[in-house]
């Protein structure tokens, strides 16, 4: 592009030409150039429309830069489908190019379509996009008595949705498949039971419209931290769900934030970590390939598929990892040079939350605190069990949790190691021990 180059986007529906305003039309028939994909530029009349028509290549977003440099001083409109800034080419060319090089005109989205069909108010209706993402990514979206719009990667989406919503205990909900919203006669509206889907592949343009019921015997998952222990495959290596909400109220995520979970066991605080906002990232490293392939089935199944598993041993498996804003160390405390690389690797502001249950990293953790401040905490959780023919009593292992806000001032300094065997992967494993005592066959929590 030249300098002072502006690039208009154009918002068009499955109407097309019909149904774009006079501005926008104008816009195009004004362009030397139109750059869209071969169905939306197949909308345009080719004697209104007398520009160069170019079809975006795959992939688009390495193409950008080259294509628009390629027409460079020449009056360029892109084609977007429905509100090119709601998930549309719009984002990618204002990273590109930035805003002031844009003129963008909007057409009502496939969600303001289908809201307005529904009767479904747009601001009480979560969205979730699976176009080139993964089907998984609905399942944290799912509440009873949510209503729900997946827009759609293409005709198999609906059969899709069906499966993972009765493979996720709400097989009860109900589905509007609706396609080619804003064409008019063209539109068709499919309902059904999820738990009964079996219609067959429709029209590639399509909204799965999905009103949420949960099955009576499904596990409940509420919306904040500390998710039922039943929710997780694992093998006794799991952060029990009291110490678990607390550590994430510790750790106390922010919408786009990054979490290095070092010794994710089961990986439920990197899951639940990133369940509390769609934008949340968060990164498990574990040294055991059979619990890395475990926290990346617990991803899958609640919802968060994008959660990175490195497998590893820490601390040389953090090398090359992105700069995260806060790191959760559940083990492996007195593993030599681990602390320092978690701490290092923190900015200022960074927060970083340790577990244990040992004595020896319990000093390590005191010793810190004493240097660094922060917050020191013992949490202990005690379950109400049959004691004869009354109830007693059972209390797990207390978890001892040191909290810090990383501020501007000198290194920690080398980890003072006062556990001779040390418990990398070879102690008393913390997660477990919020139940029994168990001892780790291997792999560092």
């Not at 559940?330 to 978690?342: E, Y």
Request: aromatic letters at 4%.
């Amino acid at each position: 592009m030249t300098a002072g180059q502006v690039v208009t986007v154009v918002g068009i529906g499955a109407d097309g030409w019909a149904g774009l305003t006079g501005v926008g039309r104008e816009a195009l028939r004004a362009a030397e150039v139109v750059v869209g994909g071969a169905r939306q530029l197949a909308l345009l009349p080719q004697d209104e429309c007398v520009g160069e028509r170019v079809v975006w290549p795959s992939p688009l977003r390495p193409a950008v830069p080259r294509l628009l440099a390629a027409h460079a001083g020449r009056r360029i409109c892109v084609l977007a489908s429905g509100d090119p800034m709601f998930h549309g080419i719009g984002r990618t060319l204002a990273e590109v190019v930035g805003a002031g090089a844009l003129r963008v005109l909007p057409h009502p989205s496939s969600v303001s379509y289908a809201c307005a069909r529904l009767g479904w108010p747009v601001e009480d209706t979560e969205v979730v996009t699976l176009v080139g993402r993964p089907a998984e990514r609905l399942a944290a979206a799912l509440h009873d008595g949510r209503r729900v719009l997946v827009l759609s990667a293409g005709a198999a989406t609906p059969a899709e949705v069906a499966a993972l919503l009765r493979d996720r205990g709400f097989g009860p909900s109900r589905m509007h498949v609706l396609e080619q919203l804003g064409a008019g006669k063209r539109e068709r509206r499919i309902e059904g039971l999820a738990r009964d889907w079996a219609e067959p592949a429709g029209d590639p343009l399509n909204v799965v419209a999905v009103e949420c019921r949960r099955s009576p015997d499904a596990v409940r998952l509420g919306a904040v931290p500390g998710l039922p222990d039943a929710a997780y495959e694992h093998d006794g290596q799991l952060t029990k769900r009291h110490v678990r909400a607390a550590t994430l109220g510790a750790l106390a995520p922010a919408p786009g934030e990054l979490l290095w979970d070092v010794g994710g066991g089961s990986g439920s605080i990197a899951v639940e970590w990133m369940r509390t906002h769609r934008s949340c990232r968060a990164v498990s490293v574990e040294r055991d390939p059979a619990r890395a392939a475990r926290i990346g089935r617990n991803a899958r199944a609640l919802g968060v598929p994008g959660l990175r598993v490195v497998t590893g041993a820490a601390p040389e498996a953090l090398a090359g990892l992105p700069v995260p804003d806060a790191v959760f160390v559940g083990g492996g405390l007195t593993v030599p040079g681990l602390l320092d690389a978690c701490w290092e690797a923190l900015p200022v502001g960074g927060r970083l939350v340790a577990n244990t249950v040992t004595l020896e990293s319990e000093a390590l953790l005191a010793e810190r605190y004493r240097r660094f401040g922060g917050e020191l905490v013992r949490l202990a959780v005690a379950h109400a069990v049959p004691v004869g023919g009354f109830t007693g009593w059972r209390q797990a292992m207390p978890v001892t949790q040191w909290a810090v806000v990383k501020g501007p001032g000198p290194s920690p300094g080398p980890d003072v190691d006062t556990d001779t065997d040390t418990d990398a992967g070879a102690g008393v494993d913390m997660d477990a021990a919020q139940g029994s005592p168990y001892v780790p066959s291997g792999g560092q929590r």
